[in-house]
């Protein structure tokens, strides 16, 4: 069995408690996980069992919530960030990344975070979750996945305006992106033979270049390239007919130009049960895709889908069953 996965707790105010709460009712006895952060920060009559070390969570988890401590200056507010306590989730999460480098966990999973309070309360230096993980990982190649059991998509440009995605978007970029996809899909997802879509970045990949010569000039090549290497790989495909079911048997990953490219197919198929999966570091990362929810924090109304997936999902690249 492998080790347990240490799941960070993210912004305290946000939404994370309660789901952590809500994971262990239903995969405690399956899936040994420990939560890292207050246990203050639970909600109130949780079953909680504080643990000083991750080899105490098998027993701990049939009994409660195995909670690794971490100090938080100050208590939780539910939909309210506290910036001073931004040092304890930044610790959360550093605590999680010795252990997974140790082999004292299997993996991480990771609660929202809120980057403006970390921001104002600690100086976190990074955009978000993922750089932080890559620069503690040093310096690793990352690829931000979004995963679900119908559709696994990879969008190659993320964060950025639609009118600078030609120019970010170039040759070695989008190879680098395909190739550390293609490994995590053998290494960490365990399949032997993995087939590539990869999605043109013009209406219709460009039609011939009529609609733009990106497509024939840069995307193709690469695409050509990584073929002749032995890699299953198709494209580049015009966008609007290739997340339909059919479509979606021949490949498993579609490698996209821009965000909405890649999340708004994930998030029409499954919207609840998305899972964001960061490719490239030298251990298993996962996390909901979703954000902190301040305006529903504490009132019970989460929905715990994704981090139980997330959870799961992280699980089974470990090596796990469930």
């Known amino acids: 069995m492998p080790k347990p996965i240490a799941l960070t707790c993210g912004e305290p105010a946000g939404i994370g408690p309660e789901l952590a709460v ?18 203050e920060h639970l909600p109130e009559n949780t079953p909680v069992q504080v643990i000083s070390d991750l080899s105490e969570v098998p027993a701990a988890v049939t009994q409660g919530v195995p909670v690794l401590p971490i100090s ?7 939909g309210k960030a506290q910036p001073q306590q931004a040092q304890g989730v930044i610790d959360a ?72 995605v030609p120019d970010a978007l170039t040759a070695d970029l989008l190879e680098t992106r395909i190739r550390i996809t293609y490994r995590a899909l053998k290494d960490q997802f365990g399949i032997a033979y993995p087939r590539l879509a990869v999605a043109g970045l013009n209406p219709h990949a460009g039609e011939g270049g009529r609609m733009g010569r990106e497509d024939l000039d840069m995307i193709l090549p690469v695409i050509q390239k990584l073929e002749d290497e032995g890699l299953a ?86 090596g796990g069953s469930f």
């Open 22 to 39: 809500a994971a262990w009712r239903l995969l405690g006895g399956h899936i040994p996980f420990a939560y890292l952060g207050a246990p």
């Open 72 to 78: 938080f200056d100050g208590p939780r507010v539910a």
């Open 93 to 164: 999460i550093e605590t999680a990344v010795r252990l997974v480098q140790s082999g004292d966990a299997s993996a991480i999973c990771t609660l929202p975070i809120h980057k403006q309070a970390l921001q104002e309360g600690a100086g976190f230096a990074y955009p978000g979750h993922t750089e932080f993980l890559s620069a503690l990982a040093g310096g690793a190649d990352v690829v931000m996945m979004l995963a679900s059991e119908q559709l696994r998509v990879v969008p190659v440009t993320i964060h950025i305006p639609i009118k600078d």
């Open 233 to 318: 790989i198709a494209g580049p495909m015009s966008a609007d007919t290739m997340f339909h079911a059919e479509a979606r048997r021949h490949y498993d990953a579609a490698i996209c130009m821009y965000h909405d490219q890649a999340l708004i197919p994930i998030k029409t198929l499954d919207f609840d049960k998305g899972v964001n999966v960061t490719l490239g570091l030298p251990f298993i990362r996962t996390s909901p895709d979703h954000g902190t929810a301040f305006d529903i924090a504490g009132k019970g109304l989460a929905n715990p889908s994704s981090t139980i997936e997330a959870l799961k999902m992280a699980w089974h690249m470990a």
